[in-house]
């Protein structure tokens, strides 16, 4: 199961974490994003011999942030999606992942409905990841309650090898603004936000679903 752990806040984004201890840094790193109108977190790691496969309940956490580090096909296979669309690009994603000399960190951050999460930058060492975001506005036009959150997952491949065992501290901040990237990353950064799914799990009420940014 993803852990529940708290977050810390900025009042503006950077582009690595500026820690200068960390092994490895990278601004724009691979990655996928999956937004989610569900209640409870839409990925987490199955557990078999849990009920409803080990999947959090609506009340099990506060959901500030939960994650989880995949460092093998094996467990790679125990991440789990739940029934909303772009789920399969999941699985594509970490099928793509070379896991001798690459690591997945998947994160879910709950955020005002209003509101999507930019990745700035994800930091690492042996025994910690650190995320690094900012909260953007999203377009006039996207109808949104200001009192309503959403679950925004994010799925970063890690440059490096690392021992999920090992690493046991998680880090993330979120700021105002933008990630400072520099004109070329913002406009590809724009391109790639529109593939980024929003998604109303099925329901017997309801099972329509909206294309949004994360």
């Known amino acids: 199961m993803l852990d529940g752990t708290g977050e810390s806040s900025r009042t503006s984004p950077t582009a690595t974490a500026g820690e200068s201890d960390f092994a490895g840094s990278e601004s724009d790193p691979e990655n996928l994003a999956i937004r989610a109108d569900t209640d409870r977190p839409p990925v987490w790691l199955a557990d078999p011999d849990q009920a409803d496969g080990g999947r959090p309940t609506e009340s099990e956490h506060s959901y500030l942030r939960t994650n989880a580090l995949v460092d093998s096909r094996e467990r790679a296979d125990r991440v789990a999606v739940a029934d909303v669309p772009g789920a399969d690009r999941v699985g594509a994603f970490l ?70 065992d ?26 790639a ?17 909206t294309e949004g940014s994360q």
């Not at 509101?115 to 060492?125: A, P």
């Not at 998680?170 to 724009?190: L, Y």
């Not at 936000?193 to 679903?209: G, K, M, V």
């Open 95 to 164: 099928d793509a992942t070379a896991f001798d000399s690459e690591t997945v960190y998947v994160e879910t951050h709950q955020v005002g409905e209003c509101f999507r999460l930019e990745l700035c930058s994800v930091s690492w060492r042996p025994d910690e990841v650190q995320t690094d975001y900012a909260r953007v506005t999203r377009p006039y036009d996207e109808a949104c309650r200001a009192d309503r959150k959403v679950f925004a997952v994010r799925l970063v491949r890690i440059p490096a090898a690392l021992d999920a």
């Open 166 to 191: 090992s690493v046991n501290g998680f880090g993330s901040s979120i700021g105002s603004g933008s990630c400072d990237r520099g004109p070329m990353a913002d406009s590809e950064m724009a391109a």
């Open 193 to 209: 936000s529109s593939d980024d799914a929003t998604a109303t799990e099925p329901s017997e009420q309801s099972t329509e679903t």
